[in-house]
């Protein structure tokens, strides 16, 4: 009998307790909100638009996909690098969509969704520079931003390069056109988004090998499985319904001043 009343008490105190046993979707559906982290200064990931001073992009149009799927609102919150994962396990966002690359060290404080854009990083130079490579950067200062996988692995590309860390992509190209740095270091993609919105875009050039794959997943809490799911189900569901790609294309596409062909293809379960 003694075993029984236990159990009852120990019970009772975890029924007591607020969301005990409740996930992310049961406190995003009694909120009413998806609280989404994404980028503000990285077009077209996720910027703010000048005219509406509102944050667009590709990433908060995947958001604004799964708030619907839910059927609840959508509020965006601006990340950084360096401060995402500090977001997302202090509760102050249910989820990162800011060009957040799957990595295993990053699985002890996050959980990621399937791929939802691959990338791979490369160098960001001024045309005249002499720059072709990492080879190239031997003795010389590059930017990158704080937080990021492409300040490890340019240095494990080119031990010899000094890499200098901005809070932000842009920070780290005015400082190469201040001649601070003589080449800025991530993703290509993020890289195309930056020089194509300077006012002088052919100054620049994305140059050398791919310095290490960048897939991007959405970043979730850990051990919610019920979440993962519903996200990874939602982003199949759009690749296989089309709304991916008209997404895509509104970001990337030919008629945008940062196309990308979509040459891949997202994971599907059966």
Known sequence: MW???LLMVV??????LPGAFAGKLDDIKARGTLIAGVKDSQPPFGYV???????????????????????????????????RIPM???????????TMTHKIERE??????ITYFPAAQKLLVKKDSGIK??????GKKVGSAKGSTSEQNVKKAQPACEVVSFETYPEAFLAMKQGKVVAVTTDAPI????????????N????????AAEPYGIGLPENDSDFRDFVNITLMEMWKSGEYQKLYDKWFGEKTKFYIPLTWQMEIWP
């Open 3 to 5: 075993k029984v009343a």
């Open 11 to 16: 019970a009772s105190f975890f029924l007591g």
């Open 49 to 83: 638009d000048e005219n509406t001073k509102q944050l667009v992009g590709f990433e908060p149009d995947i958001c604004a996909a799964l708030a619907a799927k839910l059927g609840v609102k959508l509020e965006l919150k601006p990340i950084t690098s360096a401060t």
């Open 88 to 98: 997302l396990e202090q509760g102050a966002i249910d989820l990162i969509a800011g």
């Open 108 to 113: 002890e404080k996050v959980d990621f969704s």
């Open 133 to 138: 490579s990492v080879a190239d950067l031997a």
């Open 191 to 202: 890289l195309l988004g930056i020089r194509n919105s300077d006012e002088n875009p052919d």
């Open 204 to 211: 620049f050039a994305i140059v050398g090998e791919d310095i």
